[in-house]
């Protein structure tokens, strides 16, 4: 299954990396080929500066070795080995009419020391934060997530539309980092679920990713914008990275556990500003997307 | 003693932010005075968009009631009453010559359910953040706390000065957030030092305050600087706000304990640029800083 799913990622990687570049037309990736000391490595591809795309990062990575103290704890297990492999991507554009992307599918094993396998489990999902709310841009990308999951099981998407809206909360600003998407994790082999149906739910759901976002790209990417809507971009952006610095688990485990720096906060806007105590003017587009950040609705 | 500590602490906030604002000379600094609900409340004076300051914040509190768990755990004790105030700055310049600069002077006291003072200390600290570093300064400040220590213990600058370094240390970077200063915590009355000698220590280093950062400002805010210089203070600020939201205990317990967000994230800088793997030219003035905080320094 490692094997399976990590070629598989591989592929996806080359997908989404060429239709962003097609998209963009000028800015090509970049790619960064690393090794990890204690086993494995990953491939990270980073555009810059594009005409579409202000910075976003495609990455892929597969990781073995003894697990860590740290997430010994975390796992609530005990001195075993493990292997990880996933990709992970964040793409910020430069017209703030285009919102930001995130996804991320992974496979996670666990042996213990005769290298039996103890443990192993799918997780990941994808979601979108517009800094100007489309609704129909938000029912397209929820229609494709559900898509996705009801060709698998018809309490897929409320489930996981649910633990995205849960996951992805700035919980100090009672706010959601974005409009949410898909979430899941601990996705393990069961009566109803065999380890190879996992594997086909989460390809599903990677294969849905540039469907459900590259026609929104399209649609607004030649949208005109002012540099107050670049404004609010960039404090929209500072919530971002609040959300990723001080909550998100992977970006927390991965500084913790020695992971590749460049990689994991690779995902950080470009441009961030932080102003003391904003709020937007009343019954203004920025006000109303507040609002909907306030409470996660449902979208299809 | 938390009476007389905190009159102190609100004369110091006036003679900081008058003298800062004349050093500006055309912004002025609004005042937001805010109620703890569970008891207490503070004063958030914040200055934006100035000639000399982009982004700042002086701003005092006095909160009191019983310790919330989380803070019951941080300190290992059990549920108990307490009175806490302080100081807290953060000058965000908008000249990149100009370093930003942090300082924080608190006292707590813990008491039993009958009222009974079970424990009581200081706390507190300067430390200074530059963009371009002019060795000068850096000497300057230092003498300056060191200054203040060595009226009371010879032993304090060096002590306080090492735990500045350590405090001020972005692990996952491995590299110090500025060129620092002092750092004290814990500070109990004993038999060489009474609370009242403490409370002499912590003034005079929070009167030294002004003496240390504003010949700095003055003489480094008509230097000329270019958009590469600006967009490597911008970078820097990455850093240091990645400091803040990864690591810095005030903001993360200010936020877990329901503080007032926007005074406690007023510490954010106003601009923040992150950049993949950026690394700066060889030789240049902004590796020469790279390479000083990557191994702390002795100034004085």
Redesign the interface.
């Known amino acids: 299954m490692k094997n399976k799913f990590y070629k598989y990622l591989q592929e996806l990687q080359n997908n989404i990396t060429s239709k962003l570049e097609e998209i963009d037309g000028v800015a090509k990736f970049r790619e ?1 080929i690393w090794e990890r000391k204690q086993g494995g490595g990953g491939k990270t591809r ?1 555009i ?1 500066n594009g005409a579409v795309f202000e ?1 976003g ?1 495609v990455n892929i990575s597969s990781v073995y070795g003894s697990l860590s103290s740290e997430m010994q704890r975390y796992f609530k297990v005990g001195d075993v080995d493990f292997f990880a492999c996933g990709l992970s991507l964040v793409i910020h554009p430069k017209n703030p009419m285009v919102p930001t992307v995130h996804a991320n599918y992974r496979y996670f094993e666990m042996y213990d020391k005769t290298g039996k396998i103890i443990d192993q489990w799918f997780g990941g999902g994808q979601d979108l934060t517009p800094y100007y709310l489309f609704e129909e841009d938000a029912k397209h990308f929820h229609q494709l997530c559900k898509k996705a999951c009801d060709k698998h099981n018809s309490t897929f998407y409320p489930k996981f539309k649910k633990q995205c809206d849960d996951y992805f909360w700035n919980s ?2 009672e706010e959601a980092r974005g409009i949410g998407g898909l979430f899941f994790d601990y996705c393990k082999p069961s009566e109803e679920m065999s380890l190879e149906n996992w594997y086909h739910f989460v390809t599903e759901v990677g294969n849905s990713f540039l469907k459900a976002y590259t026609p929104i790209v399209e649609k607004r990417k030649k949208l005109d914008y002012s540099q107050a809507n670049r404004t609010w971009q ?1 404090i929209r952006c ?1 919530r971002y ?2 959300f990723n ?2 909550l998100d688990k992977g970006t ?1 485990f991965g ?1 913790k556990t020695n992971g590749r ?2 990689s994991i ?2 995902s ?10 904003y709020y937007p003017v009343k019954n203004s587009k920025e006000e109303s997307l507040l609002k909907v950040l306030a409470h996660p609705k449902d979208w299809v």
């Open positions: 960064d980073i810059e910075k990062g100090h600003r960039e500072g990275a609040e610095l001080l927390l500084l720096i460049e906060l690779m950080l806007p470009p441009h961030v500003q932080w102003i003391y105590d």
